[in-house]
């Protein structure tokens, strides 16, 4: 599975080998065992720089690229952690603005799965868990000026919930993902599937830290509402405690004042959004300052793989001769709108999809009917995938069906640009085989 990767270097490739024997946390749901990890390592958690901590359904990844950008642009060293990977293990750690190395990253692994197999019995830790331990140990090891920290799956209990007192937490968009985990029945949890979306997401939420986020359906923001209430955090929410127009730039204000900051190279209303969100983190919290200035030179430079991203020159790109290939992750309806959104009122694009089997196949062709003028199923690497009849009955267009994307390119007409979506697998797959590494 490509959640465990594989790795050139030798010493990388034997951890990740044992990292991938691992099995994953089903049925188990808590933080005893990160905890009892991270305990053996000399708790790391409670000996970072200032960590910024963001979760989301659609939009935390892009957000911490923001954060991240912003903040270097002041001058500031940060670590950062983002998943998943999607070409090399090595993205998922940061260390003071660089991917990991090949060496140290051996080293790390080898050191947290020797603690991990050292824990008592029942305390098995999965891949989520040392990945968190070692990302985190890491940090603690090398001076930074900030942490930023992306949550995996939900929030509440996912295995980088482990901050007693963050700089700040934000929240991304909500939307409806990741059912098996997220909506697994539990006594005292909302009924309203946004709702319980949201009750996981806020479960990051510390007392007196500040809470930051986006605005939601009204069952959702209620549940945000009332954990922060609970928790004792200082909710600011977009639309009371802050806010942000989206047009020829971004129009932020909040209690402290107006700025206009510029929209983002990244492509999509959703990432001047995201870029908003971060900027209202910045604004909200005391630990490092970051001046309007960093704030819009941090906006321009960002860059975020997978996310509606324009494939530059390589060899995959080389077999669509001049037209437009664009590679976007997005599985789920949410980023289906966004996608949707940036394609409205331009030419029809040829989709090539490739998507698990246990995501919704018209997550993405609903929202873009009327944008598509075919569609090529192709496997997402290394996992159960929708097969080509999933599809065809969300969509009137003829489905055809490929054993990779270099195929599917190929047999493309000439006229029409290309979007390539439905799975991270696939946009990592596609990003090594144009030889476009995340760096």
């Known amino acids: ?89 090595n993205e998922r750690i940061r260390i003071a603005g660089r991917l990991i190395e090949d060496e140290a990253l051996a080293s790390l692994l080898a050191e947290v799965l020797d603690a991990a197999e050292a824990l008592p019995a029942g305390y098995g830790a999965s891949f989520f868990e040392v990945t968190t331990a070692a990302l985190l140990l890491a940090f603690s090891r090398t001076p930074a000026d900030a942490c930023v920290i992306e949550v995996g799956l939900g929030g509440r209990l996912d295995a980088t919930n482990v901050f007693e007192s963050p700089a700040v937490t934000g929240i991304a968009t909500l939307g409806i993902d990741h059912e098996a985990f997220l909506l697994s029945p539990e006594d005292g949890t909302p009924p309203v599937p946004i709702a319980r ?38 909710l600011s929410m977009r639309g009371e405690g802050w806010d942000a127009a989206i047009g020829d730039v971004i129009g932020y204000r909040d209690s402290w004042g107006d700025m206009t900051l510029p929209l983002p190279t990244l492509v999509g209303q959703h990432q001047a959004d995201n870029a908003a969100l971060a900027v209202a983190m910045l604004r909200h ?31 995959l790109t080389d077999l669509a001769g001049p037209r437009t290939i664009w590679l976007d992750g997005g599985h789920n309806p949410d980023a289906g709108m966004a996608i949707a959104r940036h394609f409205a009122g331009k030419p029809a694009v040829h989709l090539i999809i490739g998507m698990l089997a246990n995501k919704d196949p018209a997550a993405l062709l609903r929202p873009l009917a009327p944008s598509l003028r075919s569609v090529s199923v192709v496997p997402a690497p ?42 991270l697998y696939l946009a990592g797959e596609v990003l090594r085989l144009n030889q476009e590494f995340p760096d």
């Open 197 to 234: 979306i949201a009750f996981e997401k806020a479960g990051i939420a510390r007392a007196s830290v500040p809470l930051v986020t986006q605005p939601y359906p009204h069952e959702a923001a209620e549940e945000v509402r009332r954990i922060a209430r609970l928790t004792g955090a200082r």
């Open 382 to 423: 290394g996992h159960d995938a929708h097969r080509p009849e999933d599809f065809a009955s969300h969509t009137d267009l003829l489905v055809a069906a490929f054993d990779d994307v270099t195929q599917a390119l190929a047999d493309l007409p000439p006229e029409g640009d290309v979007l390539i979506a439905g799975s």
């Open 285 to 315: 919290q005391n630990a490092v300052h970051v001046s309007p200035q960093a704030m819009a030179r941090g906006i321009r430079e960002t860059r975020w793989p997978a996310r509606l991203q324009r494939l530059g020159t390589g060899p």
């Open 1 to 89: 599975m490509r959640d465990f990767a594989t790795s050139d270097h030798p010493g990388v490739a034997r951890q990740l080998a044992r990292l991938g024997a691992l099995s994953l946390p089903q049925g188990r749901l808590g933080l005893d065992v990160i905890h009892a990890l991270l305990g053996a390592l000399g708790d790391p958690q409670n000996h970072l720089p200032p960590v910024f901590h963001v979760a989301g359904t659609n939009g935390k990844g892009s957000t911490c690229a923001y954060l991240r950008a912003m903040m270097e642009a002041q001058g500031l060293t940060v670590h950062s952690a983002t998943k998943p990977h999607l070409v090399r293990y």
